[in-house]
Every structure is written in C-alpha cells, then in structure tokens.
C-alpha cells in the first residue's frame, strides 16, 4: 500500500492564481481531511469528509473548496491564492469518522507571492 | 482556536533520559492521540488513549489521561537520538456523544535528543 499520498510535493503561486491539491489514499478509509500547519499554530482542519460525496468545513475553510467523488481521492482547491495561504498543507485518512488514529500524508509546501 | 495547549515548548535532553510532554484541552473529549512529526515530513500516529482509560503503554511510550484535569501526559523511557522530533497532541472532540474525527492539535513540544 502506498498510503496517503499528495502532489506536488512543492508549490509557488502569484496572489490571484488558483491551483488544486492532489490527495489520494488506497485503504479504503471512509475519512479523509485537509490540515494546514503553520509556523508556531499546530495544525488546523480546513475541511473533512466522512465518505464519498460528504464534505464539511473545519476551522479555517474560507478560500478553499473541497469535493469527494470517489473514497480514494479528496482534492483540496484554492480559487483565488493569496499571501495567507502559505503554508505546509497536510491530508489525512481514517479508516472511520472518529475514534480511530489518522495516517497522514507527506505534505505540500505551498508559497503564494 | 487551539483545543490543546502543550508543555514545554521545547525539551532538550541528552540520551538515556525520560522525556516528558503534557497537554491540557478544554472540552470532552471522546479520545486524545499522540503524534510525532520528523522535521519536514507528515505526522505519525504514536498512541490513542480514550475518555474512559487513564494510562496507556506502547514499546517506550507511556500515556496518561485524567479527564478530571483536562490533561495528558507523554513519557518517552530511554530516549534516544532517533526521538529527536516535534510532538503533537490531538483531541477528538466529543460533540455529544459523537465522534466526527475532527482532530484538534496543540501547538507542540520540539524534543531534541543529544547523543
């Protein structure tokens, strides 16, 4: 299994530009989740899904869409990129919504100019 | 806002040593976990210790959980250089019985282990 993974690795955006991240994992959890870590914050849930075609907003989801239209895959789009979304971008999975630990992807380190 | 709060900051330990973490939240909770992040990569799951256990063992790692309190603590026996990490912890907020998954973190401890 190659767990959780995300693409691209890193990326650097002009204020404006829009982009999708990349998050597939083949465990076939029914949770998945987007975080975003930056410097001295931990991290923080930007939005969640609980099975294929149920999305829900976390903490910080303002500028950012999400969909899930198959169990393996949960892009993460940004529609108009601005400077206060740099940051490192985390997806994780679950086998169900809750009491159970989530396994993490490696990241996507993100810049926006 | 930050569900857990986590102390110290920062530990600096020489190898052989204990090493212990604390977290304090402000809700309940339906679990807490443990997470450890290598510097630059994704995070990994340490240990899960639910509402009604207190303490909680895996190789070296040792969990406790007073509810009463709102805190849990992290103890690494036998540290070695390889622990040299940032650790987390995470809430699993009980929203009325129920369990979304909906983890929130503290800020982190950076343990750094010296040979």
């Known amino acids: 299994n190659a767990g959780v993974t995300q693409t691209p690795k890193f990326q650097v955006l002009k204020t404006g530009q829009s982009m999708t991240l990349q998050c597939a994992q083949d465990m076939n959890h029914e949770y998945m989740s987007w975080y975003r ?5 931990g991290l923080r849930l930007i939005h969640y899904s609980v099975g294929a075609g149920i999305t829900d907003q976390g903490e910080v989801p303002n500028g950012y869409n999400v969909s899930r ?4 895959d949960f892009p993460l789009r940004l529609l108009s990129a601005a400077p206060s979304q740099t940051s ?5 999975s679950s086998y169900s919504r809750g009491g159970n630990e989530q396994f993490f992807g490696p990241g996507t380190r993100l810049t926006v100019l | 806002s930050q569900q857990g709060e986590e102390d110290p900051q920062a530990l600096s330990i020489q ?3 204990n090493a212990t973490m604390n977290c304090s939240y402000k809700t309940s909770i339906n679990n807490l976990q443990w997470y450890r992040q290598n510097s ?4 990994v799951h340490l240990i899960l210790i639910r509402s009604n256990e ?3 063992h895996s190789g070296r790692l040792r969990v406790t959980l007073d509810t009463s309190k709102k805190s849990s603590s992290l ?3 036998a540290s070695r250089a390889a622990d040299t990490a940032s650790y987390f912890c995470a809430t699993d907020v009980n ?6 998954g909906k983890l929130t973190f503290g800020q982190g401890t950076i343990l750094t282990v010296h040979p």
């Open chain 2, 40 to 43: 630059g990569r994704g995070l």
């Open chain 1, 37 to 41: 870590q930056d410097p001295g914050m």
């Open chain 2, 75 to 77: 103890l690494i026996t």
């Open chain 2, 54 to 56: 207190r303490e909680k």
């Open chain 2, 15 to 17: 190898e052989g040593e």
């Open chain 1, 69 to 72: 239209s198959t169990t393996e």
């Open chain 2, 95 to 100: 929203a009325g019985g129920t369990s979304y």
């Open chain 1, 88 to 92: 490192v971008y985390f997806c994780a």
